[in-house]
């Protein structure tokens, strides 16, 4: 009897006045609420409160601030007429419920990410307090929902709340999903309106906007917008866009926040990859930027420097890492105070007393002054020019020769004095010219230069001798020559020379001949 009376009593009042005209774009609550004793609740006037041309009849709505979680606005229900959520104007009446103090309007507590958030639209939260029907009040007739209320017959002894949770309690209040603000719990009018299901569409909603949207974008001086930086570069940027209007942006620098800034962000100082992110924050939630990264070439490997004598040039090898091909040489022959050529070697610098060359190799050579001590730099070198953290080679001495007095000669391996052997004929000095040796097989002395030459070339009238010397023959008529053709014998008994260069057998003397 007592549900029936205030509803014939709310629904004459329903259709008898005009109140609380609402912009209902503005709040961010949609969808129905249903209770089997009132039907149901409409919370706004649109089906999108994003979007406008969803809205039909009078404006209203309910709204809870993202950042307080304070309720404000109207529902609507066309057996009770208005429902008030103005946090404001249920707690000004000084008749809260018995127990719950003097602020008890509706709100919604959030649920933090973490101890630094003070409001997180993209998590959880729990609905708390109450919200009032309007009819209950004398003034509602006329468009108020405060003061004096209707004597009792009238309002069959309810004064109006409906608890919408007490913020923590997961087994009845009103609750909002993380990500979606999708609306669900009950809430708990009196035997009036009893328990009602906050969620009785299926799809009522707290929606607070669109996030930013924020893509981020490196800048380096010769990478552009690849992130590509050379070592200790102090010009590389981050730059971002934001949709959506966003309150703040905040830098991350590998994850690590850096505080609120404007686009663009000024880089320190880059000497290792680095990773950055930008996060733009607005009434609606947080917008995660895209994360950028700034690469610096990794530097060479594996220095190798000689000079050898007669110490004239120089000759460095390293390795380049894997897809580098280029490296910046530095080369001193004093050591500098400081690092005192460009990185890049622009201009490139060539002199007596070093360089400084960009090259697509990982060897050089230079000349070099011998008994000098040169110090050596390298950068790995990317294609758009930029380097990598210079990585010393160290110093290395060129070999001065040492200066030896005839007839000394220089071994040019131990770089030390040595005197060459005097050899005998058919013998000739070893290549390194520290022993006396034979000619190779094939080979013969040739007596006028003192040296080996192919048997071959041994040719006529010259010949070779049992020692296996070329020798030009010598006239010894009537005697022959000897067998190393260096000088003249007779022929043995019963022969005879022939011309002076064989032996034959003597003839007997015929009876003509005598």
């Known amino acids: 009897m007592k549900i029936l009376k205030i509803l014939t009593f709310a629904f004459a009042l329903a259709l008898s006045f005009s109140i609380f005209t609402h912009a209902s774009t503005t709040d961010n609550v949609t969808g129905y609420a249903w209770s089997s004793n009132i039907g149901w609740i409409s919370f706004n006037n649109c089906t999108d409160s994003k979007n406008a041309t969803t809205c039909t009849g009078q404006n209203y709505g309910v709204k809870f601030d993202p950042v307080t979680g304070v309720g404000s606005g109207y529902a609507w229900s066309s057996n009770i007429g208005w429902i008030s959520f103005n946090n404001s104007e249920v707690s000004s009446n000084t008749n809260c419920p018995v127990g719950t103090g003097p602020n008890c309007g509706p709100s919604i507590i959030w649920n933090p990410d973490g101890p630094s958030i003070i409001w997180n639209p993209d998590g959880s939260g729990n609905m708390k307090g109450f919200v009032r029907a309007c009819s209950v009040f004398l003034n509602s ?106 309150t703040s942006c905040t830098v991350f620098k590998n994850n690590v926040s850096l505080g609120d800034f404007s686009s663009p962000y000024s880089v320190p100082s880059l000497t290792v990859d680095t990773d950055y992110r930008v996060d733009c924050k607005n009434s609606a939630g947080t917008g995660v930027g895209n994360t950028v990264r700034f690469t610096i070439p990794p530097p060479p490997t594996n220095l190798v420097a000689s000079c050898p004598l007669p110490g004239t040039m120089d000759y460095l090898d390293w390795t380049l890492p894997a897809s580098y091909t280029g490296t910046y040489v530095r080369s ?38 011998p008994g000098s001590q040169y110090y050596w730099y390298l950068h790995t070198k990317a294609d758009n020019g930029n380097w990598s953290v210079a990585v010393p080679g160290g110093t290395f001495t060129c070999q001065a020769p040492t200066t030896c007095t005839l007839p000394q000669e220089l071994d040019s391996t131990t770089n030390t004095c040595f005197t060459p052997p005097t050899c005998t004929a058919p013998q000739v000095l070893s290549s390194d010219r520290k022993s006396c040796v034979n000619c190779s097989a094939g080979e013969v002395y040739e007596s006028s230069s003192g040296t080996c030459i192919n048997e071959s070339s041994c040719s006529s009238p010259r010949i070779i001798n049992s020692s296996r010397m070329c020798v030009d023959p010598i006239s010894c008529a009537p005697q022959i020559p000897s067998a190393d053709g260096m000088s003249c014998v007779d022929c043995p008994t019963g022969k005879t020379s022939t011309y002076g260069l064989t032996c034959v057998d003597k003839k007997k003397p015929t009876i003509k001949e005598f």
Request: with cysteine; proline share 6%; charged share 10%.
């Open 141 to 246: 007739t006329t468009g108020g929902c405060s003061g004096p209320l209707r004597l009792l017959y009238e309002t069959g002894g309810w004064d109006g709340f409906i608890s919408i949770g007490d913020g923590v309690n997961t087994n009845w209040g009103g609750k909002i999903a993380a990500g979606t603000g999708l609306i669900s719990g009950f809430a708990w009018g009196n035997e009036v309106v009893g328990w009602v299901d906050l969620n009785g569409s299926g799809n009522t909603k707290i929606y607070f906007g669109e996030k930013p949207v924020v893509v981020v974008t490196p800048f380096t001086t010769n990478g552009g917008n690849t992130g590509s930086a050379h070592y200790a570069e102090i010009a590389a940027k981050v730059i971002w866009t934001a949709t959506n209007s966003p």
């Open 332 to 369: 001193y022959k004093t050591p500098p105070s400081s690092i005192d050529y460009d990185a890049a070697c622009n201009p490139a610098k060539n002199s007596p007393d070093g360089t400084c060359s960009a090259i697509n190799s990982n060897t050089f050579s230079m000349s070099t002054t």
